[in-house]
């Protein structure tokens, strides 16, 4: 299976703090399924930005889509960002925006035409259970229903590797279980998914790979739970 | 240029650039075309006084010598003076024309202080004689021609007015230009700061646009045509302030006196002022987009 991101003796430190990663060896397979767990501040989050290339380690190597971030040229990198999906802990939908132009939002940025974003956008809306909020401003919907927009904004534009920091943390477990099922539709359709989550319980219904985020290092807890 | 911009991903409309932005550029503007105004004025009056007293030159012969004769005397041996200047001045090079200034007309511009005719017939007043050169006029030649003819003769050119007024102008002229590049400098600074805030209010959603794939171009035209929009309303209001406080300031020189520069209303002046809006908004719109960029560039 050929690797999506691969990391190297990596560690992060911020400024002259102590570091809060540290000798990360690990590597995400093309079509891989994984979940993140980890105590508040162990450092998922700081993880996630380092995948989604808002962030550069201090030391160690990290290869996304077979090239070395560091030496990605700056022009290049909104590509590779298009092909990495993120589904943000704080949602980071935009308030004046309805719902459809936030989850349209990757496509009109990558330039596709409208008529694609309309059909694409609609659909997956209905699919995610949104249908009826397709006008409605994120400010009016229920923090489960901003989560979905979020998620189908991540996934609209079918990438290659899904990111989702936390992305069940405010559904029920009803919502929680059709999102997660959502992201292995896409894990199917040949997409890497990484999700961070606390909810150790949830997790553990699905029968993918687990590591524990603990002191900085990362863990392989999927047999030991 | 793009005043209806498509829908923005960034809610530029609702940050308080959307409204301190036009009102600063109308400020500005409006004081611009004052400058510009004030600028076009001068410099059509300082060239019109120029041309009028550069038009024309005087020889002063004064009775000096012929005090102690007789008035009829005197006069005689003046007109002689006179008529020799006038015969040997008119046959060198750039002379237009040569006239002596009539006893008549000189009595008449003294009479408000001398009196009438009778008077001033008996009093030793100088003669005048008006130039008016031309192009291959040499003032030296027509000096030393003149001490030859008539030591005692005094020529006047109204140089040292000349001098002063265009020094005066010049300093005017120059003060003005200078404020005008101070304003043109302060208003795109202001554009600046406006956008900076813009991104500072904005940078959540700047990150976003960023990390789901915008290229930075696509962010920076979003500024860049917002800002040009309030830039070019602004720099609208501020001419529609200022032109009709300079066409009151000229009306108000003309029941004065005052003549209307010509200048400032040729074709080419007009363009200039119309022009305004458009290259503040265009200045703007450049000027938004290469901030976005440098701050954007910082950016991972």
């Keep these: 299976m050929t690797d999506v991101v691969s990391f190297r003796n990596v560690g992060v430190r911020y400024e002259s703090g102590p570091e809060i990663l540290r000798d990360l060896n690990f590597s995400l397979g093309r079509g891989s399924f994984h979940f993140l767990t980890g105590a508040s501040g162990a450092g998922k989050s700081t993880l996630m930005r380092l995948l989604y290339l808002a962030l550069r380690q201090t030391r160690g190597e990290i290869s996304i889509f077979g090239r070395d971030n560091i030496r990605i040229p700056r022009e290049e990198l909104p590509a590779i960002r298009r092909k990495i999906g993120v589904v943000f802990q704080d949602f980071r939908l935009i308030n004046h925006l309805t719902t459809f132009e936030n989850v349209a939002l990757p496509l009109r940025v990558a330039g596709v035409e409208d008529l694609q974003i309309r059909k694409n956008v609609t659909e997956l809306l209905e699919w995610v259970g949104l ?7 994120p400010s009016r919907l229920s923090g489960g229903q901003q989560q979905r927009v979020a998620i189908a904004r991540a996934v609209i534009g079918r990438p290659a590797l899904l990111l989702a920091d936390e992305p069940t943390g405010n559904v029920d477990d009803r919502i929680a279980m059709r999102l997660l099922y959502l992201f292995e ?3 199917k359709l040949g997409t890497t998914v990484l999700i961070a989550t606390h909810n150790r319980q ?3 219904r699905f029968g993918h790979t687990q590591w524990l985020l603990e002191g900085g290092t990362l863990h392989d807890t999927t047999n030991t739970g | 240029m793009a005043f209806r911009a498509p829908p923005s991903h960034l809610p ?11 009102s600063i550029v109308a400020l500005m503007v409006a004081l611009l075309t004052f400058s510009i105004v004030g600028l076009a004025a001068l410099h059509d009056s300082v060239g019109q006084w120029s041309g009028q007293i550069e038009g024309s030159l005087s020889i002063q012969v004064p009775p000096t010598e012929l005090a102690n004769r007789s008035p009829i005397e005197r006069e005689e041996a003046l007109q002689k003076t006179v008529d020799a200047i006038i015969d040997e001045v008119s046959t060198l090079p750039g002379i237009a024309r040569i006239e002596e200034l009539s006893p008549d ?3 008449a511009l003294l009479e408000p202080w001398l009196g009438p005719d009778e008077v001033i017939s008996e009093l030793p007043i100088p003669r005048i004689i008006e130039i008016t050169p031309e192009t291959g006029f040499s003032y030296d030649a027509l000096e030393t021609r003149l001490g030859v003819i008539a030591p005692e003769a005094v020529l006047d050119d109204h140089r040292i007015w000349i001098e002063r007024i265009a020094d005066v102008a010049f300093s005017v002229e120059l003060a003005l230009a200078l404020l005008i590049i101070v304003l043109f400098g302060a208003t795109m600074l202001s554009v600046v700061f406006a956008t900076r805030s813009g991104l500072s209010i904005h940078h959540r959603i700047i990150e976003l646009l960023h990390l789901i794939g915008a290229q930075d171009g696509y962010i920076a035209r979003q500024f860049g045509r917002h800002n040009q929009r309030l830039a070019f309303f602004g720099a ?4 529609l302030i200022a032109l009709p406080v300079s066409a009151l300031i000229g009306w108000l020189g003309m029941r004065a006196g005052w003549p209307i520069p010509s200048l400032v209303l040729s074709p080419s002046f007009i363009a200039l002022i119309v022009a305004i809006p458009f290259v503040v908004a265009m ?6 987009t290469r901030t976005v960029l440098r701050v954007l560039h910082r950016m991972l």
Excluded: W, Y
């Excluded at chain 2, 200045?283 to 938004?288: P, Q, R, S």
């Design chain 1, 185 to 187: 539709e896409l894990n």
């Design chain 2, 236 to 239: 609208l209001i501020g001419l």
């Design chain 1, 131 to 137: 249908g009826d909020h397709i006008n409605a401003q």
């Design chain 2, 283 to 288: 200045v703007a719109g450049i000027t938004a």
């Design chain 1, 202 to 204: 949830l997790v553990k």
């Design chain 2, 12 to 22: 530029l409309e609702s940050d308080s650039s959307a409204r301190f932005l036009p």
């Design chain 2, 105 to 107: 007309t000189m009595a």
